[in-house]
């Protein structure tokens, strides 16, 4: 099986930083695209930003310029580096990962458990 694992969340103050990492854990023989997704109360989930296996990234309009994602392949882990944060920022974020478990496998959509950005004063 394939776990992954989300951590760095938090409450912070408009304009601060938080670091979010998640690291996928188990029966890994690759791994694709890496990527966050958010979801806020009452609103549906929402890409963040995602990064391929060869290092190319996309981001959504609202985060361009704030928000770096980037990637350790070696440890099959996905970093989300969030500066000037807003208030709207606000959301529990997920982790995503597509990953082969198996050289003859299809590769299969993982999701980490989420966790809490809170950007409040």
């Known amino acids: 099986q394939v776990q992954l694992v989300e951590s760095g969340g938090g409450l912070v103050q408009p304009g601060g930083s938080l670091r979010l990492s998640c690291t996928a854990s188990g029966t890994i023989d690759m791994t694709y695209s890496m990527g966050w997704y958010r979801q806020a109360p009452g609103n549906e989930r929402e890409l963040v930003a995602r990064?391929?296996?060869?290092?190319?990234?996309n981001y959504v309009d609202s985060v361009k310029g704030r928000f770096t994602i980037s990637r350790d392949s070696a440890k099959n882990t996905v970093y989300l580096q969030m500066n000037s944060l807003k208030p709207e920022d606000t959301a529990l974020y997920y982790c995503?990962?597509?990953?082969?478990?198996?050289?003859?496998?299809?590769?299969?959509?993982?999701w980490g458990q989420g966790t809490q950005v809170t950007v409040s004063a």
């Open positions: 995503n990962a597509i990953i082969r478990m198996g050289l003859f496998e299809l590769p299969r959509d993982y």
């Open positions: 990064i391929s296996s060869g290092g190319m990234t």
